[in-house]
């Protein structure tokens, strides 16, 4: 699995782009409504300034004790993240992802962002290659006796 390409992790995506200059809690409200777990900080949807997780919120607004209605993204979003493109592979993701202590990377050619993949995904496609192997070895079993 470590060898396979971004571009085939990248499915269905709901992106969410915001401005900087939008709130955290308008932020987490979009957040929360399309079952996402961060945005792209974006000035229109071609240049990505920052992004914005759940971590963020805990991290750096929460547990700072800052007011969610008087704070914008811009403020506490991880400015300029690292990213991945398509073609590189899930192993190179995870490499990256650990070396910056992130959970989610924007993937984008040219600076135009065309997905975020998160640790989920990769664990996600992990499990159902382990559900199909147990399917296959049900199979076997059944078919030896």
Same mark, same amino acid.
């Given at each position: 699995?470590?060898?396979?390409?971004?571009?085939?992790?990248?499915?269905?995506?709901?992106?969410?782009?915001?401005?900087?200059?939008?709130?955290?809690?308008?932020?987490?409200?979009?957040?929360? =409504?399309?079952?996402?777990? /961060?945005?792209? $900080?974006?000035?229109?949807?071609d240049?990505? !300034? %920052?992004?914005?997780?759940?971590?963020?919120?805990?991290d750096r607004?929460?547990?700072?004790?800052?007011?969610?209605?008087?704070?914008?993204l811009?403020k506490?979003?991880?400015?300029?993240?690292a990213?991945?493109?398509?073609?590189?592979?899930?192993?190179?993701a =995870?490499?990256?992802?650990? /070396?910056?202590? $992130?959970?989610?990377?924007?993937?984008?050619v !040219? %600076?135009?962002?065309?997905?975020?993949?998160?640790?989920?995904?990769?664990?996600?496609?992990?499990?159902?290659?382990?559900?199909?192997?147990?399917?296959m070895?049900?199979?076997?079993?059944?078919?030896?006796?």
């Amino acid at each position: 699995m470590p060898h396979r390409r971004i571009q085939d992790v990248l499915r269905n995506q709901r992106l969410l782009h915001l401005e900087p200059t939008v709130t955290v809690r308008e932020a987490a409200r979009e957040m929360s =409504l399309r079952h996402v777990a /961060a945005v792209l $900080v974006t000035e229109g949807e071609d240049r990505l !300034d %920052g992004i914005f997780t759940e971590r963020d919120l805990l991290d750096r607004v929460v547990v700072p004790g800052l007011d969610p209605d008087a704070t914008p993204l811009g403020k506490v979003m991880t400015a300029n993240p690292a990213t991945i493109t398509p073609s590189q592979t899930v192993g190179e993701a =995870l490499q990256l992802m650990d /070396a910056k202590g $992130v959970r989610h990377l924007p993937v984008a050619v !040219d %600076g135009r962002v065309l997905g975020v993949v998160s640790m989920r995904d990769f664990v996600a496609d992990e499990v159902a290659v382990l559900d199909k192997l147990h399917e296959m070895e049900t199979q076997y079993a059944e078919h030896m006796r």
